[in-house]
């Protein structure tokens, strides 16, 4: 099973090494899209021997239009007509998961599925977890209820044209066979301490450009999510 990943990332150096040994487990070969990143993320990057660094500049400003021009294009460069059966085209807090992920993949592939439908699932923690060594699903296992905006097709054959909408919450692909079932969920480790959430949230309001603005494109960034994070908090649901 050859499998490559496809990461938009900004600063993320936090999370970073969680997301890159979750998917040096999966992949072949991973694919991170780095709009300048100013934090110590170039130094994590060199860690992994299966990440190859594609640097691109939007000016120190959050378009969508670029994310959706990436995230549509991206695979039939890298991925297509090399022997790849799957990509995952995603942000570095979203992880495909199931617990016998390659079975699962396998019967996808014998049975012609070409876009897997998912389970979406947002996770929480009060505090950012510390890097250990372990994965992250190890670490983190409460979440939401299933969370239909958060059902993206992050994970697809490479060989179908697959195009992305705002925020990649829609695919959209005219001959792709779907699953009957979300067998494989989908974890936005989004909501990791309220401390990082906050400088995130603050710092991408300030980079939302004039086309964002103009289409309330991450206007949610404008308000702290603490209340529906203590909500699930409190419900400590396990999902993993």
């Known amino acids: 099973?050859?499998?490559?990943?496809?990461?938009?990332?900004?600063?993320?150096?936090?999370?970073?090494?969680?997301?890159?040994?979750?998917?040096?487990?999966?992949?072949?070969?991973?694919?991170?899209?780095?709009?300048?990143?100013?934090?110590?993320?170039?130094?994590?990057y060199k860690r992994y021997d299966k990440v190859e660094?594609?640097?691109?500049?939007?000016?120190?400003?959050?378009?969508?239009?670029?994310?959706?021009?990436?995230?549509?294009?991206?695979?039939?460069?890298?991925?297509?007509?090399?022997?790849?059966?799957?990509?995952?085209?995603c942000d570095t807090d979203e992880f495909i998961y199931h617990p016998n992920l390659f079975e699962v993949l396998k019967s996808y592939k014998e049975n012609g599925i070409d876009l897997p439908l998912t389970d979406g699932r947002n996770m929480f923690s009060?505090?950012?977890?510390?890097?250990?060594?372990?994965?992250l699903t190890e670490i983190v296992k409460t979440g939401s209820e299933l969370y239909m905006d958060m059902c993206k097709n992050i994970i697809f054959n490479p060989d179908k044209d697959v195009s992305f909408g705002i925020g990649g919450h829609n695919a959209f692909c005219s001959n792709c066979k779907q699953t009957q079932t979300r067998d494989l969920k989908l974890l936005h480790y989004t909501y990791l301490g309220k401390k990082e959430v906050k400088e995130k949230y603050i710092n991408r309001a300030k980079r939302l450009s004039e086309f964002n603005k103009k289409n309330r494109f991450g206007e949610h960034y404008y308000r702290l999510p603490y209340s529906y994070m203590d909500e699930n908090l409190k419900a400590n649901r396990i999902v993993v």
Request: charged letters at 30%; glycine letters at 4%.
């Open 126 to 135: 009060e505090e950012f977890p510390k890097y250990d060594g372990r994965l």
């Open 53 to 89: 660094v594609v640097k691109w500049n939007s000016n120190n400003e959050i378009d969508e239009m670029n994310y959706v021009n990436i995230k549509s294009n991206c695979y039939k460069e890298r991925s297509r007509g090399v022997g790849v059966d799957w990509v995952v085209v």
């Open 1 to 44: 099973m050859k499998i490559h990943a496809h990461i938009i990332a900004y600063n993320e150096e936090k999370i970073l090494p969680f997301t890159l040994d979750y998917y040096s487990l999966i992949c072949e070969k991973i694919f991170i899209y780095d709009n300048m990143s100013t934090d110590s993320s170039d130094e994590i």
